[in-house]
């Protein structure tokens, strides 16, 4: 099918914005401030906003958060990152992915005023999301931060109704730091004087320094287990919440994973504090629905999927670090109490036996690829080794196709069921190649 002329427009816009700084990850707010200024402060007029940080679970926190606010009629702006398919997935009008005729112009109007200032892509985009944002009308805005929080793009903002901060663990310890207090000091950045903070059951240490900062700012502090009373049913499934005297019976979130309860409860608890006009019919009915893909999911059909063993059980997800690895253990062990074959890619970014060994309990064997067109991927061959090492059954393939093929010779004629993931890249590579584009 032939790329529309706006496509087009917006591809060639997206790749001369990749290009206007010579790193592709470089913190700090004074270039986006800058752009801001030219565009007119477009981030002083956005909807009221909930911002989200963390290290896992922020996504699929703000699906939740959507889910439940769209059940009660409201319109909401999201901005999410990264993209899997396409880059139309991280900006969201009033519950719409941006067409592209509206991207390829918005991109456009930013670069020109841009001009040839040095800035990288994602404080770029991020501008144009907000300038987009506050053009059209909408009850909520969502913004996840991409990396950190006090010196991600997204914290331009000055006054949200609510900061969000999902578990924080170690990762991109090259630019947040190497402990988890010094991860942890990145991300409460987002917290905003007097500003009500949400917070996911974290590491002490991290919970210290999101008190002592939320102290500082005169923020009310609110944890789940803790100031918010929260407990799940024990099996993955159901939770009850008590916010401020009031309360909430949830019911099993639509996502798959224990870790689910957590994200959908941060969600609830997010609009009970601080939208009262949120009936508890709608929020239950959100955290029904929400969808987010390359999180545990499912693949019925698709070019790929035609590919493996009929009737076996075929499935997708980003985690990528040992936190989220550990997520997708209970996961997998709550669809099926066995061994699982793998497919897996990773990047070079951060040590694949963290990963690994979260999930060696439950691999019968893993097949490993080079994950196309990153070049941060680490090569097939160096991860089948790594897993070798750590006593994991392992083979290289030099391509997805032949990667099926080769985890379907041990599937047991489709008897096991295939993860396949490793890496947000290649779970994004996997939905495109399958004909699965996000929606």
């Not at 779970?427 to 190649?433: N, P």
Request: aromatic share 4%; glycine share 8%.
């Amino acid at each position: 099918m032939p790329i529309s002329l706006s496509r087009q427009r917006a591809e060639q816009a997206l790749l001369r914005l990749g290009q206007l700084h010579p790193k592709l990850i470089d913190l700090g707010l004074e270039r986006t401030f800058h752009l801001l200024e030219k565009l007119g402060h477009p981030h002083l007029a956005l909807p009221p906003q909930i911002h989200v940080a963390g290290t896992n679970g922020k996504g699929s926190t703000i699906a939740f958060l959507r889910a439940i606010l769209e059940s009660a009629n409201k319109k909401v702006h999201a901005y999410t990152s990264p993209h899997l398919v396409r880059f139309h997935e991280r900006i969201r009008l009033a519950g719409q992915l941006i067409d592209d005729d509206a991207l390829a112009d918005l991109l456009e109007e930013v670069e020109s005023k841009n001009g040839s200032d040095s800035i990288t892509f994602f404080e770029v985009t991020t501008a144009a999301a907000m300038l987009a944002f506050s053009r059209i009308a909408a009850d909520v805005t969502l913004l996840e931060t991409g990396l950190g929080g006090r010196t991600d793009s997204t914290n331009v903002i000055s006054s949200p109704m609510v900061s969000i901060i999902t578990p924080i663990d170690r990762d991109h310890e090259h630019f947040l730091g190497t402990s988890i207090t010094a991860i942890a000091t990145e991300k409460a950045g987002i917290i905003k004087p007097s500003v009500p903070v949400l917070s996911a059951p974290q590491h002490l240490d991290a919970e210290a320094v999101l008190r002592q900062r939320s102290a500082v700012l005169n923020s009310p502090f609110y944890m789940l287990g803790k100031e918010i009373a929260f407990e799940t049913d024990g099996s993955g499934g159901g939770f009850r919440l008590t916010v401020e005297g009031k309360n909430l019976t949830a019911p099993t979130p639509s996502m798959i994973g224990p870790h689910q309860s957590d994200n959908a409860a941060l969600a609830a608890a997010a609009v009970m504090l601080t939208m009262p006009d949120i009936p508890p019919a709608s929020i239950i009915a959100g955290i029904r629905s929400a969808t987010w893909p390359a999180r545990v999911q499912k693949l019925d059909q698709g070019r790929l999927v035609a590919l493996c063993p009929q009737g076996q059980s075929i499935w997708l997800d980003g985690a990528h670090n040992r936190h989220g690895a550990a997520a997708l253990a209970k996961s997998l062990v709550h669809i099926h109490n066995g061994k699982w074959v793998m497919i897996a890619g990773a990047l070079n970014t951060r040590p694949p036996a963290d990963f690994l060994n979260e999930l060696k309990p439950l691999i019968h064997h893993l097949v490993t690829v080079t994950i196309p067109e990153q070049d941060a991927s680490l090569s097939a061959e160096h991860l089948a080794e790594t897993a070798s090492q750590l006593g994991i059954s392992a083979s290289p393939a030099n391509n997805i196709e032949a990667a099926i093929a080769e985890a379907s010779d041990h599937s047991d004629h489709g008897n096991r069921p295939l993860i396949m993931g490793g890496s947000l890249y290649l779970s994004g590579y996997i939905l495109k190649e399958n004909g699965s584009l996000p929606d």
